[in-house]
């Protein structure tokens, strides 16, 4: 099959504002980070490449499969009031809950263009991000958990046996991870930064619940992590879950917020690392054999660098070479910190490679 790729995002996505003014650690989900971004891909041949969708609609029944009745209509009530609190960081502006609906609708859209066979690969690119929201809860920018409807959707209406959540944005995507917990159809694997000194959920020993054990993997980085890092992340640990657990489709929340210009995450990669993750995803969908993989954006904070990170993100998934981009500088290595890194990796392999 030829391998493309469609981008899925709208014209009206700029209309989702936090009521903050800046600085504030909401405001940073801004409309620039998409906007941009979408301005950068413009300019891109790559681009061409691509097949350009618009974001239909969720429906409520494709809401309810993941989430409570409850936290639809706190979504609901206070979009109508057009402010309150929702949960923690998770504020209402006018008009959310068709902005919510929307971003659902663009994850939903990706999956069904890659079952569909009208494409091996798919980008949903729409705000607000949703990997931080569990069934009852808005939390960390996110309504409602846009990954986590497509998947429902795709595995109860569409027949999809089993599949994989793989989620490399810079914070651990607690919702995603709480929604699946106890599922063994869905393996979900978060790669994000955390804190061993006040410890937090995303640990590696979150394993899953019941007949889910071992479905659900977490590599909790330190800050600071490297591009080497994450490559040997992919390489002795993501990859080969995912190869074990064999799903039918791979849903990724894309988060672009572990660059090492981002204001809001702590890392250290540039992106060629996106190329890189967008390039293993690639190739392991060819071994395979599956129908193709559907990717969902989570965070990215700097305006500036999300179209090189999202550019060199599809570019590999397109099976192109890495392209040279400006944000590639040379930075110091810490070699005792990566070497830190790696031991975790060791030591969550430890864990759960006895599940593989
Ligand atoms: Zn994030």
Same mark, same amino acid.
């Given at each position: 099959?030829? $391998?493309?790729?469609?981008?899925?995002? &709208?014209?009206?996505s &700029?209309?989702?504002?936090?009521?903050?003014p800046?600085?504030?650690?909401?405001?940073?989900?801004?409309?620039?980070?998409?906007?941009?971004?979408?301005?950068?891909?413009?300019?891109?041949?790559l681009?061409?490449?691509?097949i350009?969708?618009?974001a239909?609609?969720a429906?409520t029944?494709?809401?309810?499969?993941?989430?409570?009745?409850?936290?639809?209509?706190?979504?609901?009530?206070?979009?109508?009031l057009g402010?309150?609190?929702?949960?923690?960081?998770?504020?209402?502006?006018p008009?959310?809950?068709? %902005?919510?609906?929307?971003?659902?609708?663009?994850?939903?859209?990706?999956?069904?263009?890659?079952?569909?066979k009208?494409?091996?690969?798919?980008?949903?690119?729409?705000?607000p991000p949703?990997?931080h929201?569990?069934?009852?809860?808005?939390a960390?920018?996110?309504y409602f958990?846009?990954?986590a409807?497509?998947?429902?959707?795709?595995?109860?209406?569409?027949?999809?046996?089993?599949m994989t959540?793989?989620?490399?944005?810079?914070?651990?995507?607690?919702?995603?991870? @709480?929604i699946?917990?106890?599922?063994?159809?869905?393996?979900?694997?978060?790669?994000h930064?955390?804190?061993?000194? $006040?410890?937090?959920v995303?640990?590696?020993?979150?394993l899953?619940?019941?007949?889910?054990?071992?479905t659900n993997?977490?590599?909790?980085?330190?800050d600071?992590a490297?591009?080497?890092?994450?490559?040997?992340?992919?390489?002795?640990?993501?990859?080969?879950?995912?190869?074990?657990?064999?799903?039918?489709?791979?849903?990724?929340s894309?988060?672009?917020?572990s &660059?090492?210009?981002?204001?809001?995450? $702590?890392? %250290?990669?540039?992106s060629?690392?996106y190329?890189?993750?967008?390039?293993?995803?690639?190739?392991?969908?060819?071994?395979?054999g599956?129908?193709?993989t559907?990717?969902v954006?989570?965070?990215g904070? %700097?305006?500036?660098?999300t179209?090189p990170?999202?550019?060199?993100?599809?570019?590999?998934?397109?099976?192109? @070479?890495?392209?040279?981009l400006?944000?590639?500088?040379?930075?110091?290595?810490v070699?005792?910190?990566?070497?830190?890194?790696?031991?975790i990796?060791?030591q969550?392999?430890?864990?759960?490679?006895?599940f593989?």
């Amino acid at each position: 099959m030829k $391998n493309n790729l469609v981008l899925i995002s &709208h014209p009206k996505s &700029h209309l989702h504002v936090q009521p903050f003014p800046r600085p504030n650690l909401e405001s940073f989900d801004s409309p620039l980070r998409i906007q941009m971004a979408e301005r950068y891909l413009d300019d891109k041949e790559l681009i061409t490449r691509v097949i350009r969708e618009k974001a239909p609609r969720a429906s409520t029944e494709d809401i309810l499969r993941v989430h409570t009745p409850y936290l639809f209509e706190s979504v609901r009530l206070m979009s109508e009031l057009g402010s309150g609190n929702l949960g923690e960081a998770a504020y209402a502006s006018p008009d959310l809950l068709r %902005n919510a609906l929307v971003s659902a609708g663009g994850a939903i859209r990706a999956g069904e263009k890659v079952i569909k066979k009208d494409a091996t690969h798919s980008f949903s690119m729409m705000r607000p991000p949703g990997h931080h929201a569990s069934r009852s809860t808005a939390a960390g920018l996110c309504y409602f958990n846009n990954v986590a409807i497509a998947v429902r959707k795709l595995m109860d209406i569409d027949g999809i046996q089993k599949m994989t959540v793989f989620d490399f944005d810079d914070h651990f995507g607690n919702g995603t991870s @709480d929604i699946f917990y106890e599922n063994p159809s869905v393996q979900y694997i978060g790669i994000h930064e955390y804190d061993y000194e $006040n410890f937090g959920v995303g640990h590696y020993n979150e394993l899953g619940y019941g007949e889910a054990v071992g479905t659900n993997i977490n590599i909790p980085l330190l800050d600071g992590a490297s591009n080497k890092v994450y490559q040997e992340a992919m390489e002795r640990l993501v990859i080969p879950s995912i190869e074990a657990f064999k799903p039918d489709l791979i849903a990724v929340s894309a988060g672009f917020d572990s &660059h090492y210009a981002d204001p809001v995450g $702590n890392m %250290n990669v540039d992106s060629s690392i996106y190329w890189f993750i967008g390039k293993a995803i690639k190739e392991l969908v060819t071994r395979l054999g599956n129908a193709g993989t559907f990717s969902v954006m989570e965070g990215g904070y %700097n305006p500036m660098m999300t179209g090189p990170s999202i550019y060199a993100y599809l570019s590999g998934l397109l099976g192109e @070479d890495c392209p040279e981009l400006e944000d590639q500088i040379e930075r110091e290595p810490v070699k005792t910190l990566d070497d830190s890194n790696s031991g975790i990796i060791d030591q969550v392999i430890d864990t759960v490679s006895r599940f593989w």
